[in-house]
């Protein structure tokens, strides 16, 4: 089955540190690739996507995720964390034949420690 | 340009009752989903509509139904609401149907049933 997934829940970075926050999704064909952030009482927030060519991708706000075919993986990284960087963050995945139907992780949620 | 609105903000129903939600999609955006997103979850596909046809449907009962205008504005109905159905309802908006669209949330409406 085609799926999402996003290990942990949590993670905490101090401020000025490096951001991780992993992607795995399931298919044979690869997909295309978002990430969403969600800020509290908000909606969702493109990032930044993945659909052909280059697989390393910049986004907004200092974000850059790497797609590897070979790991079925598309992590977000950030050199340095900052205050603001603090929200929830979801992965999401449009299958082939999907139409427009994003499948999301369940998200992670970014702590930044002064 | 305004982003993609949704109204209303915030919605208290029993159960049992009936809820309309509405949303209008990004200016020259002619397909709207409809997300569900239960706390602490990743959203939930539950329709998508292009060109006033429905494109995508989610696992969700035949409770939920909606419909999209011709100035592109969708409503999403929910019969016979339960405790379960308490959530935070996106509305996204995108261009096209399917492909590497972008897809652009809404704020959401916070359906709460009690």
């Known amino acids: 089955a085609q799926s999402v997934t996003q290990l942990g829940s949590h993670v905490s970075v101090s401020e000025g540190a490096l951001v991780l926050l992993r992607c795995n999704y399931s298919?044979?064909?690869?997909?295309?690739l978002f990430w969403y952030v969600q800020y509290p009482n908000q909606g969702l927030q493109l990032l930044l996507k993945?659909?052909?060519?280059?697989?390393l991708v910049k986004g907004i706000n200092g974000f850059e995720a790497e797609f590897k075919k070979s790991e079925t993986s598309f992590h977000l990284t950030k050199p340095s964390a900052h205050m603001s960087d603090a929200a929830e963050y979801f992965c999401?995945?449009?299958?082939?034949?999907?139409?427009?139907?994003?499948?999301f992780g369940k998200g992670i949620t970014l702590s930044v420690r002064p | 340009d305004a982003g993609v609105t949704q109204s209303p903000t915030h919605l208290i129903k029993t159960r049992g009752q009936h809820v309309t939600l509405r949303c209008s999609p990004i200016?020259?955006?002619?397909?709207v989903s409809w997300y569900q997103q239960v706390l602490g979850q990743g959203p939930q596909f539950i329709f998508q509509?292009?060109?006033?046809?429905?494109?995508g449907r989610g696992n969700f009962p035949d409770r939920f139904s909606a419909r999209q205008f011709p100035n592109y504005s969708s409503e999403l109905n929910v019969n016979a609401l339960l405790l379960g159905d308490s959530a935070l309802y996106l509305c996204a908006s995108s261009l096209a149907s399917g492909g590497a669209y972008e897809q652009y949330f809404g704020p959401g409406t916070r359906l709460t049933v009690t």
């Open positions: 999401a995945v449009r299958f082939t034949g999907a139409n427009s139907k994003l499948t």
């Open positions: 200016s020259g955006h002619k397909s």
């Open positions: 993945y659909t052909t060519g280059a697989t």
């Open positions: 509509y292009y060109e006033k046809e429905e494109r």
């Open positions: 298919s044979s064909v690869p997909p295309y």
